[in-house]
């Protein structure tokens, strides 16, 4: 009973990640949305600057110290561990959607392209930085990323195996390239505004932060093998070096 539970509670999980990924989308790019990074109410900018930086550090705060392995053992004496990543998945989401609710737009250019063909080019990066950050979380291992493999693994009673360590693709030239899908996303726009450069600042500060996070963890977890792949492989610009 308690795997079933388990189960349906990180189907839930996974499916309201997957409407406020759907949405980030949306939010960044003005597609679609009923409110995206650029529309809603305009009031004064200080106030929008305060609470857009409280909504971006709330993300980053719940991201950084959840994802930490000391924090997940601690957790992990209230939470099922089965049931842990979902709970991480669900609370991420739920912020996210707070943060599209909340966000106020700050109007006004920073820069604008008009040329159609260079308007093109970077629509064009925009998608290609989605569609590098979904390929990646399947190269990755997407099911466990998102908390669906660690219930299934509940109810069939069964152990999840060790996490391994993978360069398949992207993470043959980039260590992070998740990350690179973000900041393509995030920095791709023909319009900039003054509250899309401070989302844009904001997660790329907070992407950097997370990488000097993680790879603490993966050198822990992987020792030796991480710290050579750090040497061989670029962090966010595509690189490698051939062992000799
Ligand atoms: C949100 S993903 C981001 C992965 C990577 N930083 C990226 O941008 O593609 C974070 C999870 O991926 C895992 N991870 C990162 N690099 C990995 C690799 N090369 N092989 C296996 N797991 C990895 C981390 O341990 C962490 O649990």
Redesign the pocket.
Known sequence: MAGVITLIYGIVAYLIFLGSFLYAVGFVGNLVVPKSIDSGIVGSPVEAVIVNTLLLGLFAAQHSVM?RPAFKRWWTRLVPSSAERSTYVLLASLILLLLYWQWRPIPGPVWTVENPLWTAVIHGVFWLGWAI?LI??W???HFE?FGLSQAFAALRKKELPP?????PL??KW?????????LLAFWATPSMTWGHLLFSLGTTGY?LL??FL??R??VT??GDR?RL?RKQVGMLFPWRKVAE
């Open positions: 994802a950050l990646s979380t190269l990755i291992n990323l996490p391994v360590f993978r360069t992207f993470y980039v260590r992070h390239p998740i990350y690179v899908g973000f992407i997370g990488i993680e790879e963890d993966l977890l992987f991480y792949y």
